[in-house]
């Protein structure tokens, strides 16, 4: 099992830049593909960026393609998501997810495929 928790969050002006951490403990970090997603309120939670176990290979929601960069740092059990000119529209609560094994290169986009998730963090962009 490994327990994941988010932090970074926080209130930003559109334009601007917050970079978002999930610490990661218990079994081996390089052992699981790693996720991002995110809920707004009264909507579902959706997928924003993944990262392959190797992290060799990404994955991004197109809404997000050459605004946010997905990273990890297996030394530090740690995965990052930096994310630059922030629109009011990504306002939601982000949470960080395990996978165990994905089957294929679709399984990064579904939260069904996570097997562990975090407590989530707010980011808030103001216009």
């Known amino acids: 099992q490994v327990r994941l928790v988010e932090s970074g969050g926080g209130l930003v002006q559109a334009g601007g830049s917050l970079r978002l951490t999930c610490a990661a403990s218990?079994?081996?970090?390089?052992?699981?593909?790693m996720g991002w997603f995110r809920q707004a309120p009264g909507k579902e939670r959706e997928f924003v960026a993944a990262?392959?176990?190797?992290?060799?290979?990404?994955y991004y929601a197109d809404s997000v393609k050459g605004r946010f960069t997905i990273s990890r740092d297996h030394a530090k059990n740690t995965m990052f998501l930096q994310m630059n000119s922030l629109k009011p529209e990504d306002t939601a609560i982000y949470y960080c997810?395990?996978?165990?094994?994905?089957?294929?290169?679709?399984?990064?986009?579904?939260?069904?495929?996570?097997?562990?998730w975090g407590q989530g963090t707010q980011v808030t962009v103001s216009s």
């Open positions: 997810a395990a996978m165990i094994a994905p089957n294929d290169n679709d399984s990064y986009y579904y939260k069904g495929s996570y097997d562990y």
């Open positions: 218990g079994r081996t970090f390089s052992h699981y593909a």
């Open positions: 990262i392959s176990r190797s992290g060799v290979n990404t």
